[in-house]
Nanobody, 127 residues
Framework: QVQLVESGGGAVQAGGSLRLSCVGYGYSFMSGSMAWFRQAPGKEREGVASRADTGYTAYSESVKGRFTISVDSAKATLFLQMNSLKFEDTAMYYC?????????????????????WGQGTQVTVSS
């Protein structure tokens, strides 16, 4: 049974940084695509960053240059380093995984393509 568990969220002032972690249980980080999504109240879930097992990464335009996705396969952990945080980054952040994928930015940042989800971790940025 696959279980994804996020941590690292919290409250931070604009301009600050946070590092989110997602530990995967029962899931191999050596294959497939893993991603971070976020959802703010009243808004649709949106793709933030994704990483394929080839090392290919994709980012939303709103976070490109500020966020970095990485993985430690040995520890089965996915990370999202978030720098220069803005008020509009406030949301619940979710880790997701897909065993098969298409290596395109659109596919990898679309939530409907992911089968496994974590419970989420809240990020709140104050202006």
């Amino acid at each position: 049974q696959v279980q994804l568990v996020e941590s690292g969220g919290g409250a931070v002032q604009a301009g600050g940084s946070l590092r989110l972690s997602c530990v995967g249980y029962g899931y191999s980080f050596m294959s497939g695509s893993m991603a971070w999504f976020r959802q703010a109240p009243g808004k649709e879930r949106e793709g933030v960053a994704s990483r394929a097992d080839t090392g290919y990464t994709a980012y939303s335009e709103s976070v490109k240059g500020r966020f970095t996705i990485s993985v430690d396969s040995a520890k089965a952990t996915l990370f999202l380093q978030m720098n220069s945080l803005k008020f509009e980054d406030t949301a619940m952040y979710y880790c997701a995984a897909a065993r098969t994928y298409r290596q395109t930015r659109f596919w990898m940042l679309s939530p409907e393509n992911y089968s496994y989800w974590g419970q989420g971790t809240q990020v709140t940025v104050s202006s």
